[in-house]
């Protein structure tokens, strides 16, 4: 995944990203990112579809790398989530029932 100053690279060996940003002077500052704190910055690649692969392996690489304690971190990490979406539903449903009804044209 890259855009035009940054260029992402996964570290499979590492579990972490390499990401390298274009300074204003034309050169790379290169730093290695856990993979897990990448993935809030690229929750966006989740609607391309393009970029679902790729996002998919930088989850898999912020996972542990036995499998069964990766479903058990994915297990909790689908129960965060959910609690959140819970909590987005019902503000949503809380600001529609404020919202104020505009009231017919006469």
Same mark, same amino acid.
């Given at each position: 995944?890259?855009?035009? &100053? %940054?260029?992402?690279?996964? $570290? ?6 390499? /990401? ?17 704190? =990448?993935?809030?910055?690229? /929750?966006?690649?989740?609607? =391309? ?11 898999? @690489? ?8 990766? %479903?058990?971190?994915? &297990?909790?990490? !689908? &129960? !965060? ?5 819970? =909590? ?8 529609? @029932? ?7 044209? $006469?």
């Amino acid at each position: 995944m890259m855009a035009d &100053d %940054v260029r992402l690279m996964l $570290s499979t060996d590492h579990r972490a990203v390499l /990401r390298a940003t274009r300074q204003r002077n034309g050169c790379w500052a290169v730093s290695e990112v856990p993979a897990l704190s =990448i993935l809030d910055g690229l /929750r966006h690649a989740t609607a =391309i579809p393009e970029a679902r692969q790729e996002y998919k392996a930088v989850a898999r @690489a912020a996972l542990p790398p036995v499998p069964a304690q990766a %479903v058990a971190r994915l &297990d909790s990490l !689908q &129960d !965060q989530h959910r609690q959140v979406l819970e =909590i987005l539903t019902e503000l949503r449903g809380e600001l529609t @029932a404020e919202s104020p009804r505009t009231p017919p044209p $006469s």
